[in-house]
């Protein structure tokens, strides 16, 4: 009996929800394709009629997901005049939106797996590089509207909010969540962004300049 088009896509979501499950218990080396088709309910003929390999089955869990880092800066590029601040108010909503979706949590641990073959990594490198861009166009953004302090150049921002976000969600992930990650991420991203201003006190930065004082004028001088 020929399998209906809906019955096809719930057998291939049971195979992801299954190998997302599986990824981030055992890790993707770890993991096998009888044991997912296990965990799916499935026999190994249902996999290989929609995924060739546990490579391929990476790159479509990886399409079905959005990860924090890809909504706080689509976010920060699409909309305002003031990167930064976009970028601020995105991340605080996407750090909520993790912090409450086990779905997510899994994703970014399964993504940070580092027993990923060479085949699946090659297609996270293209992920990876594609966000990379992301984070360089806003910040690029940010500069050529002055949102940039002058010492710092677009691709160090870059560099700096993609250390900041990935090692908040890593470090709350590793210390099993023993701190509240959307108020500290909070805390954290607002002294972060002012230091990309300038606007942090402390922070080993010469001062943005600013519009120059005006001076008062000299007082007349006294003639007889």
Known sequence: MRRTKEESELTRAAILDAAERVFCEQGFAGATIDGISRAAGLTRGAFYWHFKDKAELLGALYARSV?????????????????????????????????????????????????????????????????????????????????????????????????TIGGLLAEWLRSGKSFPLASYGEKLLRRHIAMLRGDAVGCGLAPAPGPAPETAAAPAAITD
């Open 67 to 163: 990860l924090p880092q890809e909504l706080i800066l689509s976010s920060a590029a699409e909309t305002g005049s003031d990167p930064l601040c976009s970028l601020m108010d995105a991340g605080v909503a996407s750090l909520r939106e993790f912090e409450e979706d086990e779905g997510k949590q899994r994703m970014f641990r399964i993504m940070s797996d580092m027993t990923i073959g060479d085949d699946a990594r090659t297609n996270l490198a293209r992920v990876d590089a594609e966000l990379d861009a992301l984070i360089l166009r806003v910040m690029t953004c940010a500069k050529d509207t002055g949102g940039l302090h002058p010492e710092i150049c677009a691709r160090e921002a870059a560099v700096f909010v993609g250390v």
